[in-house]
């Protein structure tokens, strides 16, 4: 990860225009290859941002981040501050709690029955972290599963760089995206609509019933 504070100005030009204004910024380029700019406060959400694939440009002193549609984005590095390149290596993904665990397991065990999918494999591999489970639709689309205890913007914003990066691969694109979750936030709904993802609540007590019914039988 590269990461500089710069004093700035950032234009967006694509569906619409932004400009930031001059001013002391983070700009973040990962590993593969997002560009996010920061502002010393706001939490976790960038000012603006650019997903990968893109392509970055750097012609003195100006930054222009363009993507396959076209879109641009156009950093003027006013003062360079401090410029910095870490590796990270190798994430080996975040590990889930015990019902968030309990449930990519029920989940994928009774896929075709609560999801209407066919389970390909769980923790499906990426490069930039697994994907919990990745699975065929009826019509032979592939569909890559996002699975949360509480489903926030946060998980929608995963699952969507899974989606990116997965379509880059001929073999299993076009891929869609399912977020399911004991509860969905009305915004990560709204979010995930906008992007194709489709939304699905599941109650983890019925799961459990299912489970607990079919171990009974023997």
């Avoid at 983070?26 to 650019?50: E, R």
């Avoid at 990426?126 to 699975?147: N, Q, R």
């Avoid at 205890?149 to 969507?160: A, H, K």
């Amino acid at each position: 990860m590269r990461l500089v504070i710069a004093r700035c100005t950032v234009d967006y030009v694509g569906r619409l225009t932004a400009h930031l204004d001059e001013a002391i910024r983070l700009v973040m380029v990962k590993a593969d290859g997002c560009v996010a700019i920061h502002a010393d406060g706001g939490a976790y959400k960038p000012l603006n941002w650019m997903n990968a694939p893109n392509r970055l440009t750097e012609d003195d002193g100006t930054w222009t981040v363009t993507n396959p549609k076209g879109e641009k984005l156009v950093i003027d590095m006013i003062e360079i501050i401090e410029d910095s390149t870490t590796e990270f290596g190798p994430d080996p993904g975040l590990e889930k709690d015990g019902v968030e665990a309990h449930l990519q397991a029920l989940l994928a065990e009774h896929s075709e029955t609560v999801l209407e999918l066919s389970l390909v494999r769980r923790e499906y591999p990426t490069d930039i972290g697994p994907v919990d489970l990745l699975c065929k639709a009826v019509d032979g689309t592939t569909v890559a599963v996002e699975i949360k205890r509480r489903g926030e913007i946060d998980g929608v914003e995963q699952l969507t760089r899974y989606l990116e990066f997965l379509n880059r691969d001929p073999l299993l694109r076009p891929v869609r995206g399912m977020f399911v979750a004991q509860q969905i936030k009305p915004q990560a709904k709204v979010l995930a609509g906008a992007r194709d993802i489709t939304t699905l609540e599941v109650d983890y007590d019925e799961l459990r019933g299912i489970e607990s019914n079919e171990l009974r039988l023997f």
